[in-house]
């Protein structure tokens, strides 16, 4: 029998998994890898920590499964986006840590450009924010020592972690390709979402040169071989939203996901139409299999979820394993009045705020760590609802189900009461990985292992789904709350 593997590489973690033709899970293995802070704002990867993990769990996939290198048809690769890594192609070796998606560093380069937010925006669907990796790469060009010398002497590649990995794990030094997809390409800032180039103006503007840039390729066909795996082939490329939006099958213009991870990503199927957004909400493409057209989306990110619950328990020991919140929390009827907006490096959609800060608001004599459990809980329900509107105004649609995946959609009570705040159906399905799964699939469409979309969605099965019972008189006063909080954490330097 064979099977479509799958690298998910996370901002915290990489897995490899195994799928076989129903989309089941076979076999698989994860390893964490070190978050670097080197000063406040500052967050980076090792990269070449990132590569070795990725060969470990492979292999050790392929051992747990007791399966042959020879038994996977091809793999595909998912990835953390926007995180930016700028390597010798010589050496194989970075010439700097990789700058993280949530780095905040590039604060001042985005200020000073300012002026050419607008026309960003026009070209990217993508708000001028230290989030991408355009302002990223110029804070490496101006100040990684020599890097600029070795840019020109074509020394030098650029790669989001996708590029990084299947360079290496095509060869590397010794031939090695240089790819990305369309969905990682869009998150760069660099690429004009109309024409799915690299674009000239916007190289001018971040003063970036076009031959350090990987070429860029459609989400699913085959790129190359892998020097690594006796030329398995590798067929699949996606960013990971953009993965779980596929593997959730939401194939169809209209149909909305929310992953529920490090961070919190809802992104709503516009079809092969370009909706730029006026609510704050990024414009991004959701896949392109092979050559058939384009699919574009809309997306709302949320910085902080699950990692808000890990910093709880690091930070302040209230909990010692991320999973007791939810026994803490429901130690209470409901918040309290507390509320708790995360907003330690600004806040992201629908505001593109940088200056907003952390800010817990509504604490009495009654408050007790049963409430703050609760209201770090409620603040990725809340900043979700924000999001799922501002969706709404401009996809000009009611979204009336909206699919879920991700580690967070275990706690029964998150979204119970994510489903009261929306005041729609959650559906979770019975595969959980559908980041991975989503990569699979645009790897495994490319060399006919499935057949097309109706044969994926035939795959997709509800696990569990949660009913809103809450009116909306307690919803809208619960919503007005939050949005006080969050004008004092925008507000917070005045």
């Known amino acids: 029998m064979k099977y479509v593997g799958a690298v998910d590489q996370g901002t915290t973690s990489t ?54 290198k020879e ?7 998912t990835n953390q986006r926007e995180t930016t890594v700028i390597w010798n192609k010589k050496t194989g070796k970075p010439y700097h840590n990789a700058i993280v998606w949530q780095d905040t560093r590039t604060a001042e380069i985005c200020q000073n450009l300012h002026s050419k937010n607008k026309l960003i925006q026009n070209k990217t669907g993508l708000p ?26 074509k020394n030098a590649l650029f790669g989001t972690i996708d590029s990084w990995l299947i360079w290496n794990l095509t060869g590397g030094k010794n031939g090695g390709i240089h790819i990305t997809d369309v969905t990682n390409a869009s998150r760069t800032m660099l690429m004009n979402l109309e024409t799915l180039n690299w674009d000239d103006e916007l190289l001018a503007i971040f003063e970036i040169p076009k031959h350090i840039l990987p070429k860029i390729c459609s989400s699913s066909e085959i790129y190359g071989k892998m020097d690594f795996l006796k030329n398995v082939p590798i067929s699949g490329i996606l960013g990971d939203q953009q993965a779980a939006l596929f593997g959730q099958t939401c194939f169809q213009k209209g149909d909305a996901k929310n992953t529920y991870g490090t961070g919190c990503f809802l992104l709503l199927n516009t079809g092969d139409k370009i909706v730029h957004s006026k609510f704050g909400l990024l414009t991004t493409v959701g896949y392109k299999i092979g050559k058939q057209p384009t699919v574009y989306a809309l997306e709302g990110s949320v910085a902080l979820a699950g990692s808000l619950v890990q910093w709880l328990r690091d930070n302040f020991g209230l909990i010692e394993k991320s999973e007791q919140i939810t026994e803490l929390a429901t130690t209470v009827k409901d918040n309290g009045g507390v509320y708790f907006v995360p907003a330690f490096s600004g806040i992201f959609a629908p505001y593109w705020n940088n200056s907003a800060r952390g800010t817990i608001c509504g604490l009495t004599h009654f408050s007790n760590k049963g409430h703050i459990a609760r209201a770090v809980l409620e603040a990725t329900a809340f900043q979700t609802k924000e999001v799922f509107d501002a969706m709404q105004k401009d996809a000009k ?10 580690g967070m959609t275990v706690n029964n009570l998150l979204m119970q009461f994510q489903s009261n705040l929306l005041g729609i159906e959650l559906t979770r399905p019975k595969i959980a990985e559908t980041t991975a799964l989503g990569v699979a699939y645009a790897a495994g469409l490319a060399i006919e292992f499935w057949q097309n979309l109706e044969e994926l969605k035939n795959n997709w099965q509800e696990d569990k789904s949660w009913q809103s019972n809450m009116t909306d008189e307690e919803r809208q006063q619960l919503f ?6 969050i004008e004092k954490s925008l507000n917070w330097e005045e």
């Open 480 to 485: 007005q709350k939050w949005q006080k909080a």
């Open 397 to 406: 649609i009611k979204l009336t189900n909206l699919k879920v995946d991700g």
């Open 71 to 77: 038994d996977i048809a091809t793999i595909g690769v």
């Open 128 to 153: 001028l924010a230290t989030y991408f990796s355009a302002p990223k790469i110029k804070w490496l060009l101006q100040n990684v020592k020599n890097l600029a010398t070795e840019i020109q002497n």
């Open 15 to 68: 897995r490899f998994i195994l799928f076989d033709k129903a989309g089941n899970r076979v076999a698989s293995h994860q390893m964490e890898h070190k978050q670097i802070f080197p000063q406040a704002g500052f967050v980076e990867h090792d990269p070449l920590e990132i590569l070795k993990n990725t060969k470990s769990v492979i292999l050790q996939t392929l051992k747990k499964a007791n399966i042959k």
